[in-house]
């Protein structure tokens, strides 16, 4: 699989809900993931989010056997690189590069 000159990973494309946070212990707000790579998702929202901003995104984790509980989940810390509104519909798509992983269960 090839992978554009501007980009080091491939994408893999799925939709998935998600939550995301100014900070770890904040209000999160709703989402939808579009895509993802090793070290970044796509998603949509309501909220725009200005590049540079760092936000954490929580997601359910999905493994096998896994009962949901505080550990069902995976929280993830990034910096926004772009924000652009979609079609005029007051959503945004927000592309996310991870530079930290609070917990051990990574994408």
Same mark, same amino acid.
């Not at 309501?46 to 901003?53: H, K, R, W």
């Not at 999905?62 to 929280?75: F, K, T, V, W």
């Given at each position: 699989m090839s992978v554009s000159a501007n980009r080091n990973f491939a994408r893999s494309y799925c939709k998935a809900d998600l939550m995301f946070s100014r900070n770890k212990d904040g209000d999160y707000n709703r989402a939808k993931m579009i895509n993802c790579?090793? /070290?970044g998702i796509c998603f949509e929202t309501?909220? !725009?989010? @200005? @590049?540079? /901003?760092d936000i954490c995104i929580k997601m359910v984790n /999905? =493994? @096998?056997?896994? =009962?949901? /509980? @505080? =550990? !069902?989940?995976?929280?993830?810390?990034g910096r926004v690189k772009w924000c652009r509104e979609i079609d005029d519909s007051f959503r945004y798509g927000i592309g996310v590069q991870f530079y930290e992983t609070l917990n051990k269960n990574v994408l």
């Open positions: 790579c090793v /070290n309501e909220n !725009a989010l @200005p @590049p540079g /901003n /999905n =493994e @096998p056997d896994m =009962e949901i /509980n @505080p =550990e !069902a989940y995976r929280i993830l810390k």
